[in-house]
Nanobody, 116 residues
Framework: EVQLVESGGGLVQPGGSLRLSCAAS????????MSWVRQAPGKGLEWVSG????????YYTDSVKGRFSISREKIGNRVYLQMNSLKPEDTAVYYC?????????WGQGTQVTVSS
């Protein structure tokens, strides 16, 4: 059974940091590019960051460049999103997504709330 399980969300003050984690199982993790996608209240899905299958290339939407960092384990089945200097507009449910030519998988999401 394919599973992507996110963790690490929570409530944080503006300027704070969180580290999201996504644990993958049930498929060959090393064959998949990974992304983080978020959905703010009342809005559509927004791609946030991606990393290729080998971990050598990373990508970010402009609004998080310089603040967020994506990484993945070389041995192991986890992908991470380090989020620094958080802003209220980063408030959203964050989803982990596995991407391949054969199909995509989604996690259930983890809530991130940035508020004072």
């Amino acid at each position: 059974e394919v599973q992507l399980v996110e963790s690490g969300g929570g409530l944080v003050q503006p300027g704070g940091s969180l580290r999201l984690s996504c644990a993958a199982s049930g498929f060959t993790f090393s064959n998949y590019a990974m992304s983080w996608v978020r959905q703010a209240p009342g809005k559509g899905l927004e791609w946030v960051s991606g990393i290729n299958s080998g971990g050598s290339s990373t990508y970010y939407t402009d609004s998080v460049k310089g603040r967020f960092s994506i990484s993945r384990e070389k041995i192991g089945n986890r992908v991470y999103l380090q989020m620094n200097s958080l802003k209220p507009e980063d408030t959203a449910v964050y989803y982990c997504k596995a991407i391949s030519p054969w199909g995509d998988y989604w996690g259930q999401g983890t809530q991130v709330t940035v508020s004072s």
